[in-house]
């Protein structure tokens, strides 16, 4: 079992920009791909960026290069760095990890993560 908890301070005024963290514990295997996921309009959860254990990243279409994210393999903390904020990206933020043996690399939806994160709250005020 992997276990997820997210944090971050989670208000900001547009334009500005925070850093969530997601620490995992548990069955920590390095062949692991993580990911930041939100709520999408008509969907439960969208994915924002993932990163696989050899490091590939995957940017979600709308991302713009606002958003980075980053991986400590030595303390087992996934990062997401958000910059330029909008009010559009007010949302819950989860971090998801999967093994990605079945899958070559990073799963592609949301519903292929097993182990996720309680979320945590981002608010951008206009």
């Known amino acids: 079992q992997v276990q997820l908890v997210e944090s971050g301070v989670g208000s900001v005024q547009a334009g500005g920009s925070l850093r969530l963290s997601c620490a995992a514990s548990g069955y920590i295997d390095r062949k692991y791909c993580m990911g930041w996921?939100?709520?999408?309009?008509?969907?439960?959860r969208e994915w924002v960026l993932k990163i696989a254990s050899d490091g590939t990243i995957s940017y979600a279409y709308?991302?713009?290069?606002?958003f980075t994210i980053s991986k400590d393999n030595a303390n087992h903390t996934l990062y997401l760095q958000m910059n330029s904020l909008e009010p559009e990206d007010t949302a819950m933020y989860y971090c998801?990890?999967?093994?990605?043996?079945?899958?070559?690399?990073?799963?592609?939806?949301?519903?292929?993560?097993?182990?996720w994160g309680q979320g945590t709250q981002v608010t951008v005020s206009s």
């Open positions: 996921f939100r709520p999408a309009l008509g969907k439960e």
């Open positions: 709308y991302e713009e290069g606002r």
């Open positions: 998801a990890a999967e093994d990605e043996g079945p899958w070559e690399g990073c799963p592609p939806r949301p519903s292929d993560y097993t182990y």
